[in-house]
């Protein structure tokens, strides 16, 4: 093209697909000055202000503003130093959009208020630190000041909400959920009743993770199978379950399965039927894509009542 042949602006016009006024803002801007004019004062252009045209007009496709087209045009700045910028902001509005139409299947899914379709935004924006730092917050309070199993809250602290990128509608809807609850003060007085517990449970000495987790193993072995067999928590056959259990839990935490213990134990059990703890790590578990969280509490439930009833 580079054979001297000059363009008019209509002509610039159509080979570009540009409106004339645009070319001519452009013109008068800087940016694509002519590169000489007719006898009649017209402007015609050169095939470097052709080329310089055809640049504008693929840079200002990709959204890229006129302020840093002008640097690029004058070197001041490379197309590969200004791709790579706008990709990033790029990367950061999609996943703006993917998280907003997120919102959006979830709200449609349900009939929610103006105000709750609000609160669901605010909250599903948040960044992934803020995030952090709404549970980190749950966390102190709850745990605060406390003598409680450092192992335990140091898995608090690692099991964080990670949203993904691309959240599907029901993980939005988990992670505001669980936003909710960290913030109840309810949930938090619950919650920090079950640590008092720990840290109680601790002064008499430390009972290892893998005891208490084989203690559990037994409890939802013994109670499934009697739930399956429909057996009363008041029956006698109820009373048997019990006893085997609670001797396994005086052994575990060396004690001697007493009328006292029994008390002690029917106490740290209620102090932790709360559904809404069992909730929480169910709620991180769609957030965070890991598997399903059985539900434990009919177990205990039952556990509970049959334990009540030996007492009288």
């Given at each position: ?67 840093t087209v002008g640097r ?145 193993d037994e409890v939802a ?60 790590w169910q709620l991180l ?28």
């Open positions: 093209m580079d054979d001297g042949t000059l363009f008019t602006i209509g002509q610039m016009a159509k080979r570009t697909g540009l409106p004339v006024k645009t070319i001519r803002f452009y013109s008068d801007s800087g940016l694509v000055p002519p590169s000489t004019r007719s006898g009649a004062g017209y402007r015609l252009y050169d095939a470097a202000a052709y080329a310089r045209l055809d640049l504008i007009k693929t840079l200002r496709d990709l959204g890229i503003d006129l302020a690029v045009l004058d070197q001041q700045v490379s197309v590969a130093d200004v791709a790579r910028a706008h990709a990033e902001a790029l990367d950061v509005q999609i996943r703006s959009l993917r998280l907003r139409r997120s919102v959006l299947l979830a709200v449609a899914k349900g009939r929610s208020t103006p105000a709750e379709v609000e609160l669901m935004n605010s909250l599903a924006n948040l960044s992934a630190s803020e995030r952090r730092r709404l549970i980190n917050d749950f966390i102190d309070e709850t745990f605060g000041g406390l003598d409680a199993n450092p192992d335990f809250v140091a898995m608090m602290r690692s099991a964080m909400p990670e949203l993904p990128a691309d959240p599907a509608p029901e993980q939005v809807e988990a992670w505001v959920e669980l936003a909710d609850l960290v913030r109840d003060p309810d949930f938090k007085a619950s919650v920090r009743l079950m640590a008092e517990y720990q840290a109680a449970d601790r002064s008499d000495g430390d009972v290892d993770a893998g005891a208490q987790k084989r203690l559990g072995e013994r109670v499934g199978s009697a739930m399956s067999a429909a057996i009363d928590p008041a029956s006698d056959q109820a009373r048997a379950v019990v006893d085997a259990l609670t001797e396994r839990y005086a052994t575990t935490f060396s004690r001697q399965d007493d009328s006292d213990f029994r008390r002690w134990l029917l106490a740290r059990l209620e102090a932790s039927s709360d559904p809404r703890a069992e909730r929480y578990a769609v957030i965070n894509g890991w598997p399903p969280v059985p539900t434990l509490m009919p177990v205990y439930g039952w556990f509970t009542q049959a334990l009540a009833a030996s007492l009288g």
